[in-house]
């Protein structure tokens, strides 16, 4: 597995400097583009990594994964009549969609969806501090490694710049699909997107989606198979927003992205998969990271087709 990813880095190391940083808050716009790292877990916690797999970087939208499974939980299929289970085909902060659809987000990968999630997490834990500790417990369940934290800079920098947000959770509320207050939620929402990973926590605590629900190191049940089959087909039709078809016909694997250049990708049965470059293309997808994963389904041929 180390030859693979040794081939990988090398192979894309040429690609590095095509792409750019996200610029909407300074601490974002501010890291080294020309970083690549990728690490592997494999299901008996055995890992691999090459480059810069141990630095931590911002999860920003692959956090949506976790409050999705949390409030799935919570709400089982009660949860669609707030948010839906399509790809969107529109830019993951698109308003325009959320007017003509009565308020009802696509799917709860967009950040429209993923605010509704946020919405439901903090009428279930009743604060909008607990929802947020619950999400977080929930991290450092599914990783084993409970220093994972926030970057509170990072946090508060997305709330100075949240406008968008701000008004795709207002035009929710206008619609009745709101229970909160928008600016309660929306802490809970950003500081979720600041939590700071490195590639190898994150690997490995997407295991138990590539096992049916359940943690195969610790054997804990976090979610049951139905509702992981749900989230994995989320990941594949909806995990990279306007660009979700272009990387399941390039990778083949659920994954889910963020603009802070980290993705995450699954194979069942067998492994979880991160990698960490933070120049993006124009979707807000890693460029580098991209590719990367692309490399490896087609090295190993371990895609899910
Ligand atoms: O809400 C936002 O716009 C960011 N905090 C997160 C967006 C994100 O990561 C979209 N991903 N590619």
């Given at each position: 597995?180390?030859?693979?990813?040794?081939?990988?880095?090398?192979?894309?190391?040429?690609?590095?400097?095509?792409?750019?940083v996200?610029e909407y808050?300074?601490?974002?716009?501010?890291?080294?583009p020309?970083q690549?790292?990728?690490?592997?877990?494999?299901?008996?916690?055995?890992?691999?990594?090459?480059?810069?797999?141990?630095?931590?970087?911002?999860?920003?939208?692959?956090?949506?994964?976790?409050?999705?499974?949390l409030?799935?939980?919570?709400?089982?299929?009660?949860?669609?009549?707030r948010?839906?289970?399509?790809?969107?085909?529109?830019?993951?902060n698109?308003?325009?969609?959320?007017?003509?659809?009565?308020?009802?987000p696509?799917?709860?990968?967009?950040?429209?969806?993923?605010?509704?999630?946020c919405?439901?997490?903090?009428?279930h834990?009743?604060t909008n501090?607990k929802?947020?500790?619950?999400?977080?417990?929930?991290i450092?369940?599914?990783?084993?490694?409970?220093?994972?934290?926030?970057?509170e800079?990072?946090s508060?920098?997305?709330?100075?710049?949240?406008?968008?947000?701000?008004?795709?959770?207002?035009?929710?509320?206008?619609?009745?699909n709101f229970?909160?207050d928008?600016i309660?939620?929306?802490?809970?929402?950003f500081?979720?997107c600041?939590?700071?990973?490195?590639?190898?926590?994150?690997?490995?605590?997407?295991?138990?989606?590539?096992?049916?629900?359940?943690d195969?190191?610790?054997?804990?049940?976090?979610?049951?198979?139905?509702q992981a089959k749900?989230?994995n087909?989320?990941?594949?039709?909806?995990?990279h927003?306007?660009?979700?078809?272009d990387?399941?016909?390039?990778?083949?694997?659920?994954g889910?992205?963020?603009?802070?250049?980290?993705?995450v990708?699954?194979?069942p049965?067998?492994?979880?998969?991160?990698?960490?470059?933070?120049a993006?293309?124009e979707?807000?997808?890693?460029l580098?990271?991209?590719?990367?994963?692309?490399?490896?389904?087609?090295?190993?041929?371990?895609?899910?087709?």
């Open positions: 597995m180390i030859d693979v990813l040794n081939e990988i880095h090398q192979e894309v190391s040429p690609l590095l400097g095509q792409g750019k996200a808050i300074p601490a974002l716009a501010n890291v080294d020309m690549f790292g990728m690490a592997i877990t494999l299901n008996d916690g055995q890992y691999y990594g090459v480059g810069s797999y141990q630095t931590p970087f911002s999860i920003q939208s692959i956090s949506k994964v976790f409050s999705y499974t409030a799935l939980r919570a709400y089982q299929n009660g949860l669609y009549k948010v839906w289970r399509e790809p969107s085909g529109n830019p993951f698109s308003l325009v969609q959320l007017e003509y659809e009565a308020g009802i696509r799917n709860p990968f967009i950040n429209a969806g993923a605010i509704v999630v919405d439901s997490l903090v009428s834990f009743s501090e929802a947020f500790n619950e999400i977080l417990a929930f450092h369940q599914c990783s084993g490694d409970k220093s994972i934290a926030v970057d800079v990072v508060t920098s997305e709330m100075e710049h949240g406008y968008r947000n701000i008004a795709l959770a207002s035009l929710m509320k206008s619609f009745g229970d909160n928008v309660e939620v929306l802490q809970t929402y500081k979720h600041s939590i700071v990973m490195n590639a190898q926590q994150l690997s490995r605590s997407m295991l138990y989606l590539a096992n049916d629900g359940t195969p190191i610790t054997k804990q049940q976090l979610i049951n198979s139905t749900r989230i087909s989320l990941m594949l039709t909806c995990g927003y306007d660009a979700s078809g990387f399941a016909f390039r990778v083949g694997l659920p889910k992205s963020g603009v802070g250049g980290g993705i990708a699954v194979v049965g067998k492994m979880a998969i991160a990698v960490y470059s933070p993006l293309n979707s807000g997808n890693s580098v990271g991209t590719k990367a994963l692309e490399l490896f389904t087609t090295k190993t041929g371990l895609s899910i087709f």
